[in-house]
């Protein structure tokens, strides 16, 4: 749909990144903010164009021209149009409105399954007395970040798993009516393994996006739900490339030397903690004897001949499993 309203999310040339953040908290469903000189675009800036800077060294204060995409993809008929994605409409050099497409209606048969049960050792002492995702990232805990995304997708109906101190949790968040969702909690009595809690849903079986509850993204899940779907797979693991550089030398060969390298960087696909079930896989998973974890059990349905497929994770994603992890994720987060 073409709005002509674009004043709405739009800052001008002379805006901190501090205005564009504060135009998506006000518009969250674009994501973005156009950068405008009266009527003449001069680029935008999306929010996860904002976390990468911020994680980049940039501060909210610095001119929001320095991180904009200044020749943004621009609305045409023949292009394929993503969903959530703002598209500049333009007649001639003037800025006449944008295009955004709403959700898609795959939307709404999907769940979300939050694994929120583990211990936090490694954040020790915060978690004395709070499991990890009750930790505040910036006055919020993190399960109520990693929900909070999956609404903006139009995600309503919630599992949680539980196991550590899970009064926290459920104290916290209740049934979800005070922000317009549905949960349910899934409480493990003794730790099940980090895929175990499927085995908690029983005749609950629905197409599910799970997500583990130490993991801040701005994963756009309407596009991972229509990669999933167009793909025809039964599990999709959503991946991201990551880069290990080994700090020597490093010396092939056997007898002879054939090579030096010096500091390699190998590339790997990492798993990320989300994935999206089927519910005729979740049906299956849930006859399995619990404790199991999750990759454990996806090696086993490639065993059986499963279809799983790959979604390549490019958004801002953090895995919050140390101190530094968490104050990386606070100076993305900024109310």
Same mark, same amino acid.
């Given at each position: ?42 680029? /935008? ?8 800077? @911020? @994680?980049? &060294?940039?501060? $909210? ?35 006449? &409105? ?29 978690? #004395? ?39 926290? $949790? ?12 549905k949960i349910e909690y899934l409480h493990e009595s003794s730790p099940l393994g980090t895929g175990g809690c499927l085995t908690l849903l029983k005749n609950r079986c629905e197409n599910l996006i799970i997500s583990n509850g130490d993991i801040l993204t701005n ?12 793909s025809s797979k039964d599990v999709t693991v959503c991946v991201r490339n990551y880069e290990q550089q080994v700090p020597f030398g490093v010396v092939y060969g ?12 190998? #590339?790997? /696909? ?12 979740? !049906?299956? $998973? $849930? ?21 799983? &497929?790959?979604?390549?994770?490019? !958004?801002?994603?953090? !895995? ?16």
């Amino acid at each position: 749909m073409i709005y002509d309203n674009f004043s709405k999310i739009s800052v001008t040339a002379q805006s901190s990144i501090r205005d564009a953040i504060n135009i998506i908290n006000i518009f969250p469903e674009e994501r973005t903010a156009l950068i405008v000189d009266g009527i003449i675009l001069i680029g /935008l800036v999306t929010e996860g164009d904002i976390r990468r800077a @911020l @994680l980049a &060294g940039y501060s $909210i204060n610095d001119p929001v021209l320095q991180i904009a995409n200044k020749a943004p993809t621009l609305f045409r008929p023949d292009i394929t149009l993503l969903s959530r994605e703002v598209y500049p409409v333009l007649e001639g050099k003037n800025l006449k &409105g944008y295009f955004f497409k709403a959700l898609t209606s795959g939307m709404d048969n999907f769940s979300a399954l939050i694994m929120a049960g583990g211990f936090g050792t490694r954040l020790m002492p915060l978690t #004395q007395d709070i499991p990890k995702p009750m930790i505040h990232v910036n006055k919020k805990p993190i399960l109520e970040r990693i929900i909070e995304g999956f609404i903006k997708h139009g995600i309503k109906n919630f599992y949680i798993s539980t196991h550590y101190l899970p009064e926290s $949790i459920t104290e916290y968040f209740g049934n979800g009516s005070d922000m317009g969702i549905k949960i349910e909690y899934l409480h493990e009595s003794s730790p099940l393994g980090t895929g175990g809690c499927l085995t908690l849903l029983k005749n609950r079986c629905e197409n599910l996006i799970i997500s583990n509850g130490d993991i801040l993204t701005n994963l756009n899940y309407s596009q991972l739900v229509d990669h999933h779907v167009d793909s025809s797979k039964d599990v999709t693991v959503c991946v991201r490339n990551y880069e290990q550089q080994v700090p020597f030398g490093v010396v092939y060969g056997s007898d002879s030397v054939t090579s030096i390298v010096e500091k390699p960087r190998n #590339q790997f /696909l990492i798993n990320s903690g989300i994935y999206i079930m089927n519910k005729t896989i979740v !049906d299956k $998973i $849930i006859l399995n004897a619990a404790p199991f974890d999750m990759p454990d059990m996806i090696n086993k349905l490639i065993n059986q001949g499963e279809k799983i &497929g790959m979604y390549h994770l490019k !958004d801002f994603w953090i !895995d919050i499993g140390h101190p530094h992890e968490l104050k990386k994720a606070e100076n993305v987060y900024v109310e």
